[in-house]
């Protein structure tokens, strides 16, 4: 239950507003990094907290981008493809991406790993290619760097992998 | 000349409390404690000082309209920077972020607002956190919360993230937002100056708008002024993107040429020839790489002159191989993207838009297509509750008066004399098609 791990953050959530209803977004940043998504017990939660219909938190969940509805790999990659990082590549960069990960537009990696999405711009224009990686920022992008990258993240995850099953 | 916005150019860690009182932080809301709001407005209106956001309003003339009213007020930081070409407003959000706080403050005394919201977009998710804590330091050194700087005046300030929406950073749309409803504009009047956030009187400004103000308030209007030209005072970043060599933000004062400008960023990459400037990201229109245009002073009149807007003066340079319906169709891809459905014209337009430039660009279409963006993109102007309506023809319609043979070339390539730029015999496929 979010207001039980979560009970000292969400006190001082409610405290920044005047109204309840202004903490949707908030909480619901916090049930996607409980279950992972804003799953249906989620939107619920959210919604008994904030003293509101689950239908309206729900409209707020689907409006925003960084709100997944489904479940994504490990590392959620969103590519900016727009103008001024496809003029220096960015297109090319995301279809290359996809190829050496051997998957489609918007799908995951058989091995849950990676979820690779394209998106719109993300104000590092300067730094391009560029992505955002579960919300951290990898810039000044090439194929080379993100193999290197994809190797570090896979021996990573099975590091993790490892030290949980011993 | 030293960067008055730019800051962390000149020096190292000035975004820090610790090194921004070092030098000189604090003065500017110390001298504003002294004054009477009423004074505070009067110096920031005879700066000149207009919105860095991209409408270039009057700032001093935008507090002023705040009614000496009872009751809460507020000041929402405008940090949804989203425009694509724009990373302007995360420099000053991660390395000058005092000189941030300590603007939104002033204007804060100016209206006497209760609270400050920082509306930084979600993807700036860890500048969101830095800013906290430098919100927290500002709060233990007795900058925010009860009886500032002694006065009687008490102010709080957080921040509230964005999700990924780019109509969060118009103004009405993102008071919604903050208030947990659909981040949709709202029918004005009124105006958000007499009924903002929560109903309440509101000012919102732009990250560079509000770091432009406490050096006005230390040096006074007349040293602002003396920056930059007579209607567009004060130094501006120019973020620099696209086909360029050295990428990223400069500042200047106001009133240099874009000839300079380009210059000052080591030219168009690969020593080509310029073809066209986007002066202000995707929403303000095309203009072709003449003379005329180069040789134009950076200002608000100069570039609308020209028929086109400084607006955030995000500058996406062109160069002489861009193929301009494959830009066209990219811009028209996002507006149609983030309109936010609420207005028929804009959700309709934008997606017919994007529906016949797709058909134009994979060669399905006929020239009756091109005049039918057009006439799409004309009755689309001017019917929308805010201007991203409006912004999303700007691509079309300027594409159209400067390259409008680089369209016919696709629907008619045969019958044509104009080259249409040179392309690989497989396009690199947009991302998603």
């Excluded at chain 2, 390395?95 to 403050?105: P, S, V």
């Excluded at chain 2, 929560?198 to 308030?217: K, S």
């Amino acid at each position: 239950m979010l207001k039980d791990k979560y009970a000292e953050q969400i006190t001082k959530i409610f405290a920044k507003y005047p109204d309840k209803r202004s903490a949707i977004m908030p909480l619901l940043y916090l049930a996607q990094e409980h279950y992972g998504y804003v799953s249906p017990e989620g939107i619920n939660e959210v919604a008994e907290l904030c003293e509101i219909d689950p239908t309206q938190v729900k409209s707020i969940a689907g409006f925003y981008t960084m709100y997944r509805e489904t479940p994504k790999g490990k590392y959620w990659l969103q590519v900016c493809t727009d103008l001024p990082c496809a003029l220096v590549g960015a297109d090319k960069f995301y279809h290359d991406l996809l190829d050496y990960l051997g998957i489609q537009d918007g799908d995951t990696t058989p091995d849950g790993l990676f979820t690779v999405e394209h998106v719109m711009c993300l104000a590092a224009c300067d730094r391009a290619p560029m992505l955002q990686c579960n919300f951290r920022y990898v810039e000044n992008l090439d194929m080379e760097k993100m193999k290197a990258l994809i190797e570090q993240w896979r021996a990573e995850a099975a590091a993790e992998a490892q030290a949980s099953s011993d | 000349m030293p960067n008055i916005l730019l800051r962390d150019q000149d020096v190292p860690n000035i975004g820090t409390y610790e090194v921004y009182v070092q030098h000189g932080g604090y003065e500017g809301l110390r001298k504003a404690l002294s004054m009477s709001p009423k004074e505070v407005i009067a110096v920031v209106k005879d700066s000149n000082l207009r919105g860095r956001g991209g409408a270039g309003f009057s700032t001093g003339m935008k507090w002023s309209f705040v009614p000496d009213v009872d009751g809460p007020k507020y000041v929402v930081v405008n940090a949804d920077e989203s425009e694509p070409g724009t990373f302007k407003d995360r420099q000053i959000l991660e390395k000058n972020t005092q000189q941030l706080i300590e603007g939104a403050l002033i204007c804060a005394y100016a209206i006497q607002a209760s609270t400050i919201y920082v509306y930084v977009r979600g993807e700036f998710w860890d500048i969101g956190f830095q800013l906290e804590r430098e919100i927290e330091k500002a709060r233990a050194a007795g900058w925010i919360g009860q009886n500032i700087g002694g006065s009687n005046w008490s102010c709080e300030m957080y921040v509230h993230w964005g999700a990924g929406a780019y109509i969060c950073g118009e103004e009405s749309a993102m008071l919604n937002s903050i208030e947990g409803k659909l981040g949709q504009p709202r029918v004005r009047p009124p105006f958000p100056a007499v009924s903002g956030l929560y109903g309440r009187p509101t000012v919102i400004n732009n990250v560079e708008t509000l770091a432009n103000v406490p050096p006005i308030i230390v040096n006074g209007a007349a040293w602002y002024k003396s920056i930059g030209t007579e209607k567009s005072p004060g130094p501006k970043i120019f973020c620099m993107s696209g086909h360029i060599a050295k990428p990223g933000n400069y500042e200047l004062p106001l009133g240099k040429t874009f000839r300079e400008l380009i210059e000052l960023a080591g030219g168009v990459r690969g020593g080509k020839k310029l073809k066209a400037i986007l002066p202000s990201g995707a929403s303000g229109p095309l203009l072709p790489g003449t003379d005329k245009v180069l040789d134009t002073p950076l200002t608000y009149e100069d570039v609308a002159a020209l028929g086109s807007t400084l607006g955030s003066a995000s500058v996406i340079i062109l160069d002489e191989d861009t193929d301009m319906v494959w830009a066209t169709l990219k811009m028209i891809k996002f507006f149609r993207h983030e309109s936010c459905g609420k207005c028929t014209p804009c959700r309709e337009g934008t997606y017919w838009l994007e529906q016949r430039l797709k058909a134009i660009y994979e060669r399905r279409a006929t020239r009756a297509d091109v005049e039918l963006i057009e006439s799409v993109a004309k009755q689309m102007q001017g019917k929308s509750l805010c201007a991203l309506g409006d912004f999303a023809t700007s691509p079309v319609l300027s594409a159209l008066k400067y390259w409008r043979d680089e369209f016919y070339a696709y629907v008619e390539p045969v019958k044509t004399t104009v080259r249409a730029p040179a392309r690989k015999a497989v396009p690199v496929a947009m991302a998603g098609d």
